[in-house]
């Protein structure tokens, strides 16, 4: 296998119409015989747990009951990375997996990855912390500048979940 890089796996929990969104934006800019993104929910989660995902995501509408932590505890404890909306309360302890990079999104003020400003036309993303991507490239805190798309159906929470495994992977 000289010279083929590994497949990537990228679990999110989210419901389906959410990482069918995510998915699809995500496909457009990376290259997706890399990649295989999976959608874990209650109805699937059993089935991942002995799978190595790379980077697990949790949306802001992840809606998994607290009888199944010890599953998700499983599936995050072999993850390069966690990414995590900081906006909403998670109820397991991800400060255990000390080799994990963590990296929070949302509106507030102290997540990794949040949002500066928003206008019609414009969306100002904001990296508060540097990150270490996954070829060990420290990407620097700054600012960049989204295009807002007409017709868009992603939420902040989606797009800044986006921006945070493209910066990972791109």
Not at 51 to 80: D, G, M, P, Q
Not at 94 to 117: F, P, V
């Amino acid at each position: 296998f000289k010279g083929k890089r590994a497949m990537h796996f990228i679990g999110i929990f989210t419901d389906n119409k959410n990482f069918e969104l995510i998915k699809g934006k995500l496909l457009k800019n990376l290259n997706s015989e890399k990649f295989n993104i999976i959608n874990i929910n209650k109805n699937n989660i059993e089935n991942f747990k002995h799978i190595l995902f790379e980077t697990i995501v949790f949306c802001n509408n992840t809606k998994i009951s607290e009888s199944y932590n010890s599953i998700i505890e499983e599936i995050c404890s072999n993850a390069k990375y966690i990414i995590i909306n900081a906006d909403e309360e998670i109820k397991i302890n991800l400060l255990k997996y000390k080799k994990t990079n963590i990296i929070t999104y949302g509106l507030n003020h102290k997540s990794t990855i949040t949002i500066s400003s928003v206008n019609d036309n414009n969306i100002l993303i904001s990296l508060q912390r540097n990150i270490e991507n996954i070829n060990k490239i420290i990407i620097e805190m700054g600012e960049s500048l989204i295009k807002k798309e007409e017709k868009s159906i992603l939420n902040l929470h989606d797009l800044l979940v986006i921006f945070a495994i493209l910066l990972i992977y791109n």
